[in-house]
């Protein structure tokens, strides 16, 4: 079964940037959607960005032009840059990954914007 794990994440300041990264455990063949989410506490888990494994990109309207996310070609890994942070961007980042109706979540790394 495969396995996402994260990395990156960590305390910026509001206008600052930060990197995740997201490794599954092995290569992903046919058809998938990556991405990630983010959940506040008493917040439902909400959308950020996803990217498809033909490399059709989707993001929430409140991180566009300031948040990119991308994928290898080696179909394991994606990231998610994220720029002009804002304190209301601060929450549990979580990776995800859907093959049909298989989905898959890392465990989740905390980005706090906080001056």
């Known amino acids: 079964q495969v396995q996402l794990v994260e990395s990156g994440g960590g305390l910026v300041q509001p206008g600052g940037s930060l990197g995740l990264s997201c490794t599954a455990s092995g290569i992903i063949f046919g058809l998938y959607t990556m991405g990630w989410y983010r959940q506040t506490p008493g917040k439902q888990r909400e959308l950020v960005a996803t990217?498809?494994?033909?490399?059709?990109?989707n993001y929430a309207d409140s991180v566009k032009g300031r948040f990119t996310v991308s994928a290898t070609n080696v179909r394991n890994t994606v990231y998610l840059q994220m720029n002009n942070l804002k304190p209301e961007d601060t929450a549990v980042y979580y990776c995800?990954?859907?093959?049909?109706?298989?989905?898959?979540w890392g465990q989740g790394t905390q980005v706090t914007v906080s001056s």
């Open positions: 990217i498809t494994s033909g490399g059709r990109t």
């Open positions: 995800n990954l859907e093959r049909g109706a298989i989905i898959t």
